[in-house]
């Protein structure tokens, strides 16, 4: 306990009877009869007397609210089962087979009355009436209302149900009322029934006895309850009132903490039951040392001895810690109070301040050996100034402050402008201290101050007793004050300087409880800071070279996904501990809405790392605009990557081999719900069905780029729609603790869940299977897939004949106009003829037109030839070679891929705009 006495039993307080030093001399009464003498009675100025009459009526309060809420919910209970009994029968009644016909009978209430009367009293029920159409009655319990017309029923004659509490005539009643429809579904009566509103707190009325009976039963229990507690207290205080227990608190409260002696009383099982703040000091007690044991404590061989001996001692010298202290110890027993010891000490540690310079040298050089191994362990410029903080508190200072440079912390080259620092750590031995917080900037703008004094001098300033100086206060007089009244007295404040360059301030200070400094602890404070300015200088530069591979690296990664319809796609990139590599992941939209998903991985990290990932990212994007299959694409890869590495094999710098790069090439084609996928040297991705079950296709698998001399082959994969496509680098999976089989299974236990998002996919993947700061790069892809709708894709097989083409043209601008496109019409046939006719001109069956539409509309015609057209201009004397141009005119992208057998030429047209061809270009393309 800081600075306040807590009693943890009443047994510390000497006991009723016992005789204080100021007390006459008296008879001795035995122990047993001196608690009773006091208080023999339970008197209303005792303690326990108030607290019976304050949980007595706090008690009767709650018992009060409790019956209270115990009616209100009785009466409302006893309302709802009186509308649910009323809606029950009036339904039945309503719904009945009979019910509509004899509404409609002649004499409707000769057939319905007898009926309405025998469910009256079979339900239990008060009334039981039928009205007509108009809201008069037909049946009721009291003959005289027939005929008379039913007040409230609008509703119930609309054709609603409704149930109420009825207020009017002939009585105030929980009422239901029902509308009776014939077969047409017209109202043509209405059924109510009810309880008449006396009867239903008739309920309320029976069950009143028994909820205050309930509640004086409780009150009763409670009351007994506080008379056993109040009881048991009277016991515990001895018949003490509040005044006399406060001021024998304040009392032993102001003796404890005025001696200047450590005083520790133990109980007889050995549990601390009170230590002074004098105590606590010399002993070095932990703030939970209240009901302890002695050997918990850490006291030491010699105290530890002493304490649970029991045995009284005197002026018996132990070490504690750094101190010397006499104890005494004296049992309580015979004074009359309960078992135990009381213990005092008293601090003798002067007797060893000779003997001590010479271990105090050694400490010394002891602290300086520790901080070189402790200081500097990260490459992290605020974790290491952290690191210095925490090495320098408690052992050299109560309060160590570290502000650097805004230019050091973000990795810069330190500028020349000292004056403004940023606080980056902060330690220290208490709570609630006057010392700016980390993250505020602190400015050294007046001349005098020992930190301007510091910086100007480039060594440490000493001010032993900042009681005495005026210069600190200069900077901020206000928050001087504060800290001389915290109790911080002493202070070193030292430049953090390496290679002769200033990265900002290291202060130390020293509060309450400890001396000040000594120009012995210049020396010590100077070599601390210095082996930490190296630490910070190194970390950051280590940072500002980290940052830049960084922004290198992400500057060649995709920047934002591209827009598409047809996959919900969402990434991840994580770089590793030690600094960038070569993973990176690439979405590339396709002709035909098809989409292909790339992930890879270089060897290696670092600078040359992100260089190469970006070659190969780039050659990909470049191949994958000839539009060619996976494999295809990943052998023109292949190629590359060896006529690389051969150009750069008699290289003498650092380059980093392309060879043994691993790739993963995948195209979806929403259409059809494929996607054909082909890899080199690459794990296989994770499918997650749309019911959330996860597997690992077995796709052909290939030699990482680079080695040669073996084909790439492509495997499909049939995904149906809400299927999840997991594509990852193995940077994802292993690590040191776990294998890959292992990364796999959790990999799998992770993602199966079916209805989670592909942003939710990778957020739990990161969550659960990375570190904060990963060993190794990682590149994460997750799609979901969706289909294009068999509606927006139309086909068309053309005969190998010219005169089709009209035909099939009609046909597209009947399917455009069904797809509301009739604006695109003409642009859309004029594309349509000229490829069309090249293609039955100059290729080979079969020919066939398909057009897709999704957020652009694309006609794509097809043959069974592999030449491929080209744009040209034609000259004014050539008969042909315009199609080509005016498809470029019109669509706003167009070109060509090849299929197994024979090609597709294709043209994409943009929805929300007509294009709009240069009409001066097409009058010299027509000759005009």
């Given at each position: ?28 009464v ?19 007397a ?54 409609r ?15 009256r ?23 005289a209302l ?13 054709g ?24 047409s ?16 707190g ?23 309850g506080?008379?056993?507690?109040s ?23 102001a ?7 450590g005083?520790?009383i133990?109980g ?12 606590r ?6 703030r ?9 404590l ?36 015979p ?8 213990a005092?000490?008293r ?50 200072a ?17 500028t ?35 930190m ?13 007793d ?24 002493s202070?070193?404040?030292?430049p953090?300087?390496?290679?002769g ?72 990139y ?18 035909g ?75 979806y ?47 499909e ?21 776990r ?69 099939v ?19 859309t046939?004029l ?12 290729g ?21 030839s ?5 744009l ?10 315009r ?7 019109f669509?706003?992208l ?35």
């Amino acid at each position: 306990m800081s600075g306040r006495f807590r009693r943890p039993r009443a047994k510390a307080a000497p006991p009723p009877g016992t005789r204080w030093a100021s007390d006459p001399p008296r008879r001795r009464v035995p122990w047993p009869f001196r608690g009773r003498r006091i208080s023999p009675s339970l008197s209303v100025r005792t303690l326990a007397a108030q607290v019976f009459l304050f949980q007595a009526l706090i008690m009767l309060m709650l018992v009060a609210v409790g019956a209270a809420a115990l009616v209100v919910q009785g009466k409302y209970d006893a309302e709802r089962s009186a509308m649910d009994r009323s809606l029950a029968v009036a339904e039945a009644f309503a719904h009945a087979p009979g019910t509509a016909q004899a509404l409609r009978s002649p004499d409707p209430t000769a057939r319905l009355q007898p009926e309405a009367e025998q469910v009256r009293k079979g339900s239990g029920v008060d009334f039981v009436s039928v009205l007509d159409k108009h809201g008069v009655r037909l049946t009721d319990r009291d003959p005289a209302l027939i005929g008379t017309k039913a007040e409230g029923v609008g509703q119930a004659l609309l054709g609603e149900t409704f149930t109420e509490t009825f207020h009017g005539r002939p009585a105030d009643a929980v009422r239901a009322l029902v509308p009776v429809t014939d077969p047409s579904r017209r109202v043509v009566g209405v059924v109510t029934a009810g309880i008449e509103y006396v009867n239903v707190g008739g309920v309320l009325v029976r069950q009143l006895p028994v909820l205050l009976g309930t509640a004086a039963g409780a009150l009763v229990l409670a009351t007994g309850g506080a008379a056993l507690v109040s009881r048991r207290l009277l016991r515990q205080t001895h018949g003490l009132g509040p005044a006399e227990m406060t001021r024998m608190y304040e009392h032993h409260d102001a003796v404890l903490h005025a001696v200047r002696e450590g005083v520790l009383i133990l109980g007889g099982d050995g549990r601390v039951l009170l230590a002074n703040d004098e105590a606590r000091r010399l002993l070095d007690l932990p703030r939970d040392a209240d009901r302890r044991r002695v050997r918990e404590l850490g006291l030491g061989p010699g105290p530890t001895r002493l304490l649970e001996a029991g045995e009284a001692a005197s002026d018996e010298v132990v070490q504690a810690g750094d101190r010397l202290l006499a104890v005494n110890i004296r049992p309580t027993a015979p004074y009359g109070g309960a078992p135990g010891l009381v213990a005092t000490f008293r601090d003798t540690t002067e007797l060893l301040a000779l003997s001590g310079q010479a271990e105090l040298a050694r400490g010394r050089l002891s602290f300086l050996y520790e901080a070189g191994m402790r200081i500097g362990t990260t490459l992290d410029v605020r974790r290491t100034a952290e690191e210095l903080s925490e090495m320098a508190v408690p052992r050299m200072a109560d309060f160590v402050t570290v502000e650097l440079l805004d230019s050091v912390l973000r990795g810069e080259e330190p500028t020349s402008a000292v004056r403004e620092m940023r606080r980056t750590a902060l330690r220290t031995t208490h709570t609630g201290h006057p010392l700016q917080p980390v993250g505020e900037v602190i400015r050294f703008v007046m001349a005098d101050t020992p930190m301007a004094a510091a910086l100007r001098r480039g060594k440490a300033v000493l001010v032993p007793d900042l009681r005495t100086a005026q210069d600190w206060r200069a900077r901020d007089a206000g928050g001087a004050e504060r800290a001389l009244d915290y109790g911080i007295h002493s202070l070193i404040t030292v430049p953090l300087r390496a290679r002769g360059v200033t990265l900002g301030m290291a202060d130390f200070w020293r509060g309450a409880g400890s001396p000040r400094f000594e120009e012995e602890d210049v020396a010590v404070a100077e070599e601390l800071v210095a082996r930490a300015a190296v630490a910070i200088d190194n970390a950051r530069r280590y940072a500002r070279e980290h940052e830049m591979a960084v922004t290198l690296q992400r500057s060649l990664l995709p920047v934002g996904l591209p827009e598409q319809d047809v996959l919900e796609i969402a990434s991840r990139y994580l770089p590793a501990r030690a600094g960038v590599g070569g993973d990176w992941f690439d979405v590339i939209p396709l002709p035909g809405f098809r989409v292909a998903l790339v992930v890879g991985d270089i060897v290696g990290h670092g600078m040359q790392a992100a260089v190469t990932m970006g070659r190969l990212r780039t050659a990909v994007l470049n191949f994958s605009s000839l539009d060619l299959t996976p494999d295809e694409l990943l052998g023109h890869l292949d190629e590359m990557v060896t006529r690389l590495d051969t150009q750069t094999a008699t290289a003498d710098d650092d380059h980093v081999p392309l060879t043994g790069a691993t790739c993963l090439y995948a195209v979806y084609d929403p259409v059809c719900g494929r996607c054909a996928v082909s890899r080199a040297g690459h794990l296989a991705p994770a499918v997650v069905d749309p019911e959330g079950r996860v597997t690992f296709p077995d796709l052909p698998l290939s030699p990482p780029l680079g080695v040669g001399g073996h084909p790439f082959e492509t495997g499909e994969l049939e995904l149906p729609e809400g299927s999840r496509l997991v594509l990852f680098t193995d940077g994802l999976i292993e690590s040191r603790g776990r294998d890959v089989d292992e990364g796999l299974a959790l990999l799998s236990s992770t993602i199966a869940h079916a209805d989670r998002t592909p942003e939710e996919t990778c957020r739990a993947l990161v969550e659960r299977m990375l570190p904060e700061r990963p060993s190794d790069d990682v590149a994460l892809l997750v799609a979901r897939t969706r289909r294009l709708s068999p509606s927006c894709v139309a086909t068309w097989d053309v005969p190998f004949d010219v005169t089709a083409v009209p035909r099939v043209r009609g046909e597209v601008s009947r399917r455009l106009a069904d797809w509301g496109l009739e604006e695109t019409a003409f642009a859309t046939e004029l594309i349509l003829s000229e490829l069309l006719t090249n293609a039955i001109r100059y290729g080979a069956p079969p020919v066939r037109v398909r057009l897709l539409l999704g957020r652009t509309l694309v006609c794509e015609v097809s043959d069974g030839s592999n030449t491929s057209p080209r744009l040209r201009r034609a000259a004014s004397t050539d008969e042909g070679g315009r199609g080509l141009f005016l498809v470029s005119q019109f669509a706003d992208l167009w070109g060509t891929r090849y299929a197994p057998r024979g090609k597709v030429i294709w043209a994409e047209q943009t929805l929300d705009r007509a294009a709009e061809p240069d009409p001066s270009l097409l009058f010299d393309v027509m000759g005009l």
